[in-house]
Nanobody, 121 residues
Framework: QVQLVESGGGLVQAGGSLRLSCAAS????????MGWFRQAPGKERELVAA???????NYADSVKGRFTISRDNAKNTVYLQMNSLKPEDTAVYYC???????????????WGQGTQVTVSS
């Protein structure tokens, strides 16, 4: 199994920044795409951003211009730099990986604890 460990969540005021990190235990085709999902209370889980091993990126419209996804292939780690945070960004953020965006899944194929991001107004 590919182990994905998220970190970097926390409490921040609106307009502030956080950086999330996710380290994968192994580099395989299963981590060709890495990225981040989030789920806010009462809402569906959504894809926030994804990045290929070569650096091609995809973003949800709601975060374009504010969030930047990047990865360090040597460390097998993906990052999400979150700037200009808004209260609507409050959610549990989950790291995921897969051969394609559609196949991106979290560790063990099930959604775990994630990392909580709370943006106060």
């Amino acid at each position: 199994q590919v182990q994905l460990v998220e970190s970097g969540g926390g409490l921040v005021q609106a307009g502030g920044s956080l950086r999330l990190s996710c380290a994968a235990s192994v580099r395989t085709s299963s981590t060709y795409f890495m990225g981040w999902f989030r789920q806010a209370p009462g809402k569906e889980r959504e894809l926030v951003a994804a990045i290929t091993r070569g650096g091609s990126t995809n973003y949800a419209d709601s975060v374009k211009g504010r969030f930047t996804i990047s990865r360090d292939n040597a460390k097998n780690t993906v990052y999400l730099q979150m700037n200009s945070l808004k209260p609507e960004d409050t959610a549990v953020y989950y790291c995921a990986a897969g051969v394609t965006i559609a196949q991106m899944r979290p560790s063990g194929g099930s959604w775990g604890q994630g990392t909580q991001v709370t943006v106060s107004s």
